[in-house]
């Protein structure tokens, strides 16, 4: 599972300078850059660094580490400051849901997941065949989370988590993700140093993180070891599959469908909490893109992630299962729609606002105190887009005449301006 689905917020996007890299949503928005630590800074967190060291040692040890384990695997290790550069300066959300969407699925990612499931066809077929997950599905994850294994991180794992869970931010949850590690290399799957992966802890070619690498993780080609960092896919793609099953994943359900709306639809109707059967939606002038009924795949409600100028999907049961490895809607869209497009779908044929921008994270948190001034309360002001500031936004849009899509946009902002 990667790091984000555990501390992401589900409104903030990376926009990615290298688009054929992961465009996984950040962990979260940041909130301003900082200046880049300075060798004094760097030699003291060093002394302290060590010091921390000797003190999470007997703490490692009383969850069943043994010595010899611990003191190998800290062998060489060092205070890595670009880890903590990385954590502070994450970069503004500047990314809309269509920009994401072209990266995700753009013409290469389609390209080289086609090419990447004829080449491991064999090996998709049986792992699809145990867990019941469609391989387009695990190849999809595979490609937006290591662009199909060529981007998995080279940062010492061991190293990056200790300096972060020093630096104290998100200490606790780091200290847990390191104990993890450690009992990963303690029970013989990898050693210290070929446990490598992203600066924040995440590994393999699924990008899995070590609690989750415990709990999930399976060892499909029968050699002993969950392998997740070699270069052979096998155990990291079934990994996947297994955990997806584990959370419910439903044979032959997709996990959504891109449909259009009719001329009256009942904007407030478009919310995760509305449930239905496809029959019933369709009852109301809910089609495909085709004009047809969408066939009875189980409850389902819309979604409409650009509000109502942009496209509008039904939703199912397995897109919460995909959300279970990253909370971000355009995430899951993402690993949908490549999904489809591997398989052999087309492209999304509705229309995105793509004169609008990206709220910024401090226009997010100014909506919301506006919101709230106005007689819409957000309960709370922290710049995530949840459901209670998409209420709010639905309350404001009725009170002004607007359609009640939901949708904080721009043009929101300067209404309540």
């Known amino acids: 599972m990667a790091l984000a689905a555990i501390i992401a917020s589900v409104a903030p996007l990376q926009g990615a300078e290298v688009l054929e890299k992961s465009p996984r949503p950040a962990p979260r928005p940041a909130t301003g850059m900082e200046a880049p630590l300075n060798a004094l800074q760097v030699s003291t967190a ?25 003191d190998t695997a800290f062998q060489g290790v060092r205070y890595n400051a670009d880890v903590i550069e990385r954590d502070r300066n994450q970069s503004e959300f500047t990314k809309t849901i269509w920009d994401y969407l072209d990266s995700a699925a753009s013409e290469t990612r389609i390209g080289n997941g086609r090419e990447a499931l004829t080449r491991h066809r064999g090996l998709l ?19 937006l989370e290591s662009a199909y294994g060529e981007y998995r991180g080279r940062t010492p794992i061991v190293e990056a988590l200790a300096t972060l ?7 606790a949850f780091f200290e847990d993700q390191l104990i993890a590690a450690l009992k990963i290399v303690q029970s013989g799957d990898t050693d210290a140093r070929h446990m490598t992966g992203s600066w924040a802890g995440a590994m393999g070619h699924t990008q899995f993180i070590p609690t989750s690498y415990l709990a999930y993780a399976v060892d499909f080609t029968g050699d002993g070891r969950r392998d997740i960092w070699s270069d052979d896919p096998a155990d990291a793609l079934a990994s996947t599959a297994a955990y997806l099953a584990r959370f419910g994943w439903k044979t032959g359900q997709p996990w959504g469908v891109e449909v259009q709306l009719p001329r009256a639809f009942d904007h407030r109707l478009a919310d995760r909490g509305v449930m ?18 969408v066939p009875d795949h ?16 039904m939703i199912f049961d397995n897109f919460a299962v995909i959300e279970r490895y990253n909370t971000a809607d355009a995430y899951v869209i993402g690993v949908g729609h490549l999904s489809d497009r591997i398989r052999g779908g087309g492209p999304i044929r509705a229309s995105w606002p793509r004169g609008d921008r990206a709220l910024l994270f401090a226009e997010r948190k100014e909506m919301q105190e506006r919101l709230t001034h106005a007689g819409f309360d957000t309960r709370g002001v ?20 607007m359609i009640p899509d939901g949708y904080a946009s721009l043009e929101i902002l300067r209404r309540l301006r």
């Open 276 to 293: 239905r059967m496809p029959s019933d939606w369709a009852a109301l002038g809910v089609r495909d893109m085709d004009g047809r009924p």
């Open 298 to 313: 189980g409850r389902a409600s819309i979604l409409l992630p650009a509000g109502a100028r942009g496209a509008a999907f």
């Open 382 to 401: 922290d710049g995530k887009i949840g459901p209670n500031t998409i209420a709010a936004v639905r309350a404001f849009q009725r009170s002004v005449g």
């Open 46 to 70: 060093n002394q302290g660094f060590q010091r921390w060291i000797e003190d999470f040692r007997s703490r490692a040890l009383s969850h069943g580490i043994a010595a010899g384990v611990f």
């Open 165 to 171: 869970a020093y630096d104290g931010r998100r200490g």
């Open 125 to 143: 077929d049986r792992i699809e065949a145990r867990y019941g997950v469609d391989k387009e599905v695990v190849v999809a994850i595979w490609g």
